[in-house]
């Protein structure tokens, strides 16, 4: 057990502590567990997340019988030294009703509000407005989108040189969003594109 670790108050908590699990590369909420000194550190020698079940009164590591397990990836400990944060890799659902995770929903990449903005995006695509400027870029088609990027593009290059942050920003903000609906167009989304870099990594 590393040094941070070996400071866990188990006693506190009755000899469990609640672990959060958090998928390492979403940041979703998967589910949340409990888990005893023992299970700590067969957590940790395995590589798989192991929990002491209350209702079965022993060990369990998620995925023993269904294959779904959670490889671990990371562990922190809070400030009052009595829950974890254990940051993994699942292999398939996590929850038992079959669902990416304890609360029924799925395990999508989150961008913040980069996320919010794509889904209205897509929206927009898929259900046209003739009052939006998206939607419209849109019927316009894929050169009228690719060259609203390339225009952008260029009137970045043109801030950066300059000393205004405010027109660079928003110049910046200007290709981020053209460039966003032209994924959209050719079938895209942000995920893609990380993926990619990932690799590259």
């Known amino acids: 057990m590393d040094n941070q670790l070996s400071t866990i108050d188990f006693e506190k908590t009755n000899g469990l502590v609640p672990a959060i699990i958090q998928d390492e590369k979403t940041k979703n909420v998967l589910m949340l567990g409990y888990m005893n000194e023992e299970a700590l550190t067969k957590t940790q020698e395995t590589g798989k997340v192991t929990f002491f079940s209350r209702t079965k009164n022993r060990l369990w590591t998620k ?16 400030c009052d030294n009595d829950t974890l944060l254990i940051q993994v890799s699942p292999i398939g659902p996590t929850c038992h009703k079959g669902t990416d995770t304890c609360w029924g929903e799925g395990n999508p990449s989150n961008f913040s509000f980069l996320s919010k903005l794509e889904g ?3 929206d927009r695509h898929d259900n046209p407005d003739e009052k939006s400027y998206t939607s419209s870029l849109f019927k316009k088609g894929i050169n009228k989108v690719a060259q609203k990027v390339g225009e952008e593009a260029v009137e970045v290059v043109i801030e950066a040189k300059d000393n205004n942050e405010e027109l660079f920003l928003n110049e910046s903000a200007d ?15 942000l995920e893609d594109v990380v993926k990619v870099l990932e690799d590259r990594h």
């Open 63 to 78: 995925g023993e019988e269904s294959g779904n397990f959670l490889e671990l990836k990371d562990i922190k400990l809070d």
């Open 120 to 122: 209205v995006i897509k």
């Open 175 to 189: 290709l981020l969003y053209h460039y966003m609906i032209l994924l959209r167009a050719k079938g895209y989304d």
